[in-house]
């Protein structure tokens, strides 16, 4: 076999095809992973009937919806229905081939990087423009299912992704200005050569891309596109069977490619903690591929811990928070990493350092508060007489 067909022909498309069938897999099983955790944190038991400790549910659901009758609406404009769950999935598998899960892998003697496409010079460029083709399939899933609450969480969606886009992409300018480049692994190395991973002198950026990112994603606490109290299901009320299955995989597909992309920028991507300093070297024993997955599922709980914690917000609450509070921080933000980064690694160490003491000082400050007298209820005296 020609060298040229193996690596630019069979090697692409095997990794292709590999993302397509982790993404599938890794969804069915974070939702088990989710209903299980659920259940722990709402003090029930979740599944446990199909397999040991229910793991085997998602692999019955998935039979259950690939065999479903797909219904389609009578009205509904077929080939647009058809259409957006595409719109929606393939940006996910997309962005996901353009993450680097790990350095170069030797295998059966071809030696290969450890992602799916090529190492863009233009990269987080490339994932931004992508990942922004998602919200067509939302507002083209609902306005082609000819109903009024599809409609209504496909434009709650548009609004939703206008108002959260401009504070995530204003936290990734502040991770290229740290790093000087597009590409993604060229921040990883910058992370490597600077010694600090990048969500110290980041940490307000990693907070507004990471509040952004879930908002994108359409997760608990900002899940208003699919609100079932007010929207039934939302966009996606009229679909059933394989169709809403693919749904379902783009959402687990979007946090996971939120939760690479933010291990990237701001926790070394494949690196292990603390990469320059010697007496951890230990810690290499680990593969890097495994550092980078470990950081990836540390993300995925910590959505599903805001599933259990947090209630929905309103809509107007979401707009308020993203345009008056999300979006002036960013600007600031922005402006003290561009100081910071004009001293070099040396700005970018101390940056780091006067934001850990502050985070650190506010949760001091929160632990020893004085907490608040409780308010003490007078009980109604018994010689009062009630009538009717």
């Known amino acids: 076999m020609s060298h040229t067909l193996l690596h630019n022909v069979l090697i692409p498309f095997l990794k292709g095809a590999i993302t397509v069938v982790a993404l599938g897999l890794a969804a069915g099983i974070l939702t088990w992973i989710e209903r299980r955790l659920l259940g722990r944190l709402q003090i029930r038991k979740g599944p446990n009937r199909v397999g040991p400790q229910g793991f085997f549910q998602w692999i019955a659901d998935t039979v259950k919806l690939v065999f479903k009758e797909d219904i389609v609406p009578s009205r509904a404009e077929k080939a647009l229905h058809l259409l957006g769950p595409l719109l929606l999935f393939v940006p996910a598998v997309v962005v996901l081939g353009l993450v680097p899960w790990g350095p170069e892998l030797t295998l059966f003697g071809v030696t290969t990087p450890l992602h799916a496409a090529a190492d863009l010079n233009v990269g987080l460029l490339l994932i931004l423009a992508v990942s922004t083709i998602g919200v067509y399939g939302i507002i083209l899933s609902g306005w082609a299912s000819n109903s009024k609450y599809p409609l209504l969480g496909g434009l709650r969606s548009a609004a939703q992704l206008i108002s959260y886009e401009v504070p995530m992409g204003l936290a990734v300018v502040s991770a290229i200005l740290m790093s000087g480049s597009l590409s993604m692994v060229e921040i990883i190395e910058a992370q490597r050569k ?7 002198p980041g940490l307000i950026a990693f907070f507004l891309y990471f509040v952004s990112g879930v908002a994108e994603t359409n997760r608990t606490p900002f899940d208003l596109p ?8 939302g966009f996606h009320t009229e679909y059933s069977g394989f169709r809403w299955a693919v749904f379902f995989m783009s959402e687990y597909g979007n946090m996971i490619s939120v939760s690479a992309v933010a291990t990237t920028l701001f926790f070394g991507g494949w690196l292990r903690p603390f990469p320059n300093v010697a007496w951890l070297s230990f810690l290499d024993v680990i593969p890097a591929f495994f550092w980078f997955a470990g950081k990836v599922f540390l993300f995925l709980l910590t959505y599903i811990w805001f599933r259990a914690t947090f209630p929905r917000y309103r809509f107007d609450q979401l707009m308020a928070l993203g345009w008056k509070t999300l979006i002036p921080i960013s600007l600031g933000n922005l402006a ?9 690694a040396a700005g970018l160490k101390v940056l780091g350092a006067v934001l850990v003491l502050l985070v650190a000082a506010g949760f001091l400050a929160v632990w020893i508060r004085p907490a ?10 018994p010689n009062v007489e009630v009538r009717a």
């Open 336 to 344: 003290l990493v561009a100081i910071a980064v004009l001293w070099g």
């Open 372 to 381: 608040r007298p409780r308010s003490s209820t007078t009980m109604a005296s």
């Open 226 to 233: 699919e609100a079932e109290s007010e929207l039934v299901g």
């Open 194 to 200: 600077a010694g600090v991973w990048f969500v110290f």
